[in-house]
């Protein structure tokens, strides 16, 4: 059985034009450990939005192509093209993660078939993903392709940060941008596991999402007490380990200074090199793409680094990255609960008025593509 | 046989005057396991001058006292004194290293007298000195107290940078403020073990004191060039680990971009990520005491930390630690040579025109301490 899927593709040509489009493929039968699943929802991540959009000014996106072959066109700005030499002219799939339905599969494979199932093995916007068996994650009966479409990267992210501070013999965390989709998960996480959290936001409306889930330790990085108040929410917590997805900017070294005043308040220490308590800032994302800047009131017991899931995977090993999948499919109804703003068709995703709305990256908004809805 | 032992001592009153001094003591009988070493020869190290001037303001240098218990005091700025709040009112002592005579020796140390010995225990800056035998270090004969002065910071600094590479898999080394004292040894250790190092310095006379001592990539951070030499000379090193004095500033993020820059051009990566090799910068110092600024084109694979010697002697603990100690016994007077801007007597030392000479700190200028001096 051959299926016939759609998927979007990207593409920045050496004339510095981004185009976003729709091919057609076959999907060919499934080998004796392969499964063929059909993409449900998707959902649209902002590492995806990277490689969606690259450095594109979405000022510039115009529609052609027909109605169902879209077509939409943007101009990469002269000065960012260095950036996207690696993927000149060559059309990417996308996608990271997403589940489905299981709608063929090999003779090894068969217990899988018409079962929901996530897969984080990437190019998932598509509308039929044919698979390695042991690529696909079966959800418990009940679970729909919606609620299992974010499996991978928010709920192992969050669970990596726990596994971070746990490995790092940290005891508590602090996290900027914390009323992101990703930030109310790890919450949810925090209050499960009895792990003190400090998190960080931007605006009153932020405070009230982390409130309403029941978030102890909320600081807004615009009052003007604000670093007063981390430092205290520091000191309560004993935090020493912070997850950052501002990156750029002075948020990442307030915090660190705020954890070496915090230790010094506790234990004074004489002489010029402060604190020997170990401190660790890891920047995730960068939602400012500004330098970094770290004062010298960090003192030296510090540490600051990218943090990568893969990366972190890897150091774990594939044994301990198995349990966290597990404990995924067993809670993604509840700790690991995904809300999307919208649900979105291959046709509208490639809307240059909608692309301009996700590809702000708001906190706490997150869309989901539906490859098959129309 | 008891001595009488001047030794300078540095307080900071609350009142926000530095008071530097020399103060009579005695030292008495050493017990069974102890030595008392005559002090001839102590340097002043940038982390000394740290403690004994704390953040005076040098050009309110003033002198009182009598002749042979000269007094020099300074004021402290007012919107530096809360930094000295864990000193205040405290006469301390001073001195990290420094080198001398056994003159009495315990019962079971009477091997030592009479030996030139180092010690690294701290408040050396003193006559006579009671130590325990295990704390102090004898040389081979002929090996003067002034060649066995700096047997500690410096030396174990430059093989601690040397056991860092090697303990987390880098290959080769960038370093900065490169024609130092330190600096100047770094360069001899990595000649004679064969490791690849770049130099960063600021002008063209520290270019000429390093190709003078045999190496082999310096960069000049003063040169138009600078960040395509600094990039082409990590290319043809390999080096992902850098050890920078400077600590504020540019330059540290400068080093890390040019080493992703140079592994990106060897291996282009697609995606937003950048390269997945790691690279590590370590701020060992504070020469440039503003933030440390790290762009967005360090990538995602990069660590950013304090480095103190202490430190890492922890972390290799004491075997590995009295490895590097039997090298520099051994090689003080090749590898590990230091050499001194000029040597003074403590009347000489409390100077206020001696002390803004030295409190410059620098680069490639050491004083050199002989408590026992007249």
């Not at 529609?63 to 060559?90: C, F, K, N, W, Y």
């Not at 997403?98 to 998932?124: E, F, K, N, P």
């Not at 974010?150 to 790092?168: C, D, H, I, K, Q």
Request: aromatic share 6%.
């Amino acid at each position: 059985m051959t299926f016939t899927s759609l998927e979007l593709r990207s593409e920045i040509t050496s004339a510095g034009e981004l185009r976003l489009s729709l091919e057609e493929r076959s999907v060919d039968d499934p080998g004796p450990d392969e499964v063929v699943v059909r993409v449900e929802a998707t959902p649209l991540n902002p590492s995806d939005l990277n490689q969606l959009l690259g450095p594109a000014d979405v000022e510039t996106l115009a529609a052609s192509g027909s109605g169902d072959r879209p077509v939409t066109t943007a101009a990469i700005p002269e000065h960012l093209r260095a950036m996207t030499a690696a993927r000149v002219d060559q059309s990417l799939t996308l996608g990271v993660e997403g589940a489905g339905t299981v709608v063929a599969a090999g003779v090894s494979a068969q217990d899988l078939l018409g079962t929901v199932v996530s897969a984080g093995a990437g190019q998932m916007y598509t509308q039929y993903r044919k698979l390695a068996a042991s690529d696909v994650f079966p959800f418990p009966d009940g679970v729909t392709p919606q609620q299992g479409a974010s499996s991978f990267v928010n709920p192992l992210t969050a669970l990596g940060m726990v596994s971070t501070m746990r490995l790092e013999k940290h005891s508590a965390l602090v996290h900027t941008a914390a009323a992101s989709n990703l930030g109310q998960m790890l919450n949810k996480l925090c209050i499960a596991d009895g792990i003190e959290l400090v998190n960080v936001v931007r605006s009153a409306e932020q405070e009230e999402i982390l409130r309403e889930i029941g978030a102890s330790h909320i600081v807004n990085s615009t009052d003007p007490d604000f670093v007063k108040e981390l430092t205290a929410a520091i000191g309560e917590t004993g935090a020493t380990l912070a997850f950052d997805a501002v990156g750029g900017g002075g948020l990442g070294g307030q915090i660190l200074a705020a954890m070496e005043a915090s230790l010094l308040a506790k234990n004074p220490v004489p002489g010029p090199y402060g604190s020997p308590v170990r401190k660790q800032l890891y920047i995730y994302g960068r939602l400012d793409r500004s330098a970094t800047a770290l004062p010298i009131s960090v003192g030296m017991a510090w540490s600051a680094g990218g943090w990568l899931l893969p990366y972190h995977l890897y150091r774990i090993g594939p044994e301990e990255t198995q349990k966290l999948r597990a404990r995924v499919a067993d809670e993604i109804t509840t700790t690991f609960a995904s809300s999307y703003t919208s649900e979105l068709t291959f046709a509208e995703a490639l809307d240059p008025a909608t692309i301009r709305r996700f590809g702000r990256m708001a906190t706490g908004e997150k869309y989901l593509l539906r490859p098959n809805g129309r």
